[in-house]
């Protein structure tokens, strides 16, 4: 099955912008889909396919792909963007199957 | 709003089998539109795709668990399952569950998530 590799931590000060990035050979095919984690709740949806934001999510929050690698970008990052990061997407062997990333640890200093 | 709630025992035996409900409300389970799928995150670590169930009974599951792994839908009473049989103190995690677009991989709505510890 594939793989989807994040880089464990990334900080950002208040209101610059950060880009966190996900490879995999899965999303040479498939978008990726990303998730935004705080403390003792479950994911929320913030990006998927090729430019779609849930209602809700503030605009400051864009992704992009490129080959085998899919970024999330906030641009003027906030305090309350500090949180856990999940990117998932289909399973390039193309059986229904799902693979998320190892998680991203943003900080915002 | 379709809400996801996930119920079950928070305390396993190793060896014993895991069994979680999802009771789906807000909407049909019996859409043709999505998948219902288990998600779980050990403590400290990252989310990890356990599979996923369509409402006519087709079922997709993570390589690494497919051998314990069974999930099962009851569309009479709007509810999905998991069960994971033969655990050990590996499979203690936070279970979530969640629904995503059929043929995709977007999980837009997710339950609040349930502690399952394995432990004698």
């Known amino acids: 099955s594939s793989e989807l590799t994040q880089d464990p931590a990334v900080s950002v000060a208040l209101g610059q912008t950060v880009r966190i990035t996900c490879q995999g050979d899965?999303?040479?095919?498939?978008?990726a889909s990303w998730y935004q984690q705080k403390p003792g709740q479950a994911p929320v949806l913030v990006f998927y396919g090729e430019n779609n934001r849930p209602s809700g999510i503030p605009n400051r929050f864009s992704a992009s792909s490129s080959g085998n690698t899919a970024s999330l970008t906030i641009t003027g990052a906030q305090a309350e963007d500090e949180a856990d990061y999940y990117c998932n997407s289909r399973d390039s062997s193309g059986n229904h199957l799902v693979v998320f990333g190892g998680g991203t640890k943003l900080t915002v200093l | 709003q379709l809400q996801l709630q996930e119920s079950g025992p928070g305390l396993v035996k190793p060896s014993e089998t895991l069994s979680l409900t999802c009771t789906v409300s807000g909407g049909s389970i019996s859409s043709s539109r999505y998948n219902w799928g288990w998600i779980r995150q050990p403590p400290g670590k990252g989310l990890e795709w356990i599979g996923s169930?369509?409402?006519?009974?087709?079922?997709y599951y993570n390589p690494s668990l497919k051998s314990r792994v069974t999930i099962s839908v009851d569309t009479s009473k709007n509810q999905f399952s998991l069960k994971l049989n033969s655990v050990t103190a590996a499979d203690t995690a936070v279970y979530y569950c969640?629904?995503?677009?059929?043929?995709?991989?977007?999980?837009?709505?997710w339950g609040q998530g349930t502690l399952v510890t394995v432990s004698s």
């Open positions: 899965s999303l040479r095919t498939y978008y």
């Open positions: 169930i369509y409402y006519s009974g087709s079922t």
């Open positions: 969640a629904r995503h677009l059929y043929d995709s991989a977007q999980y837009d709505y």
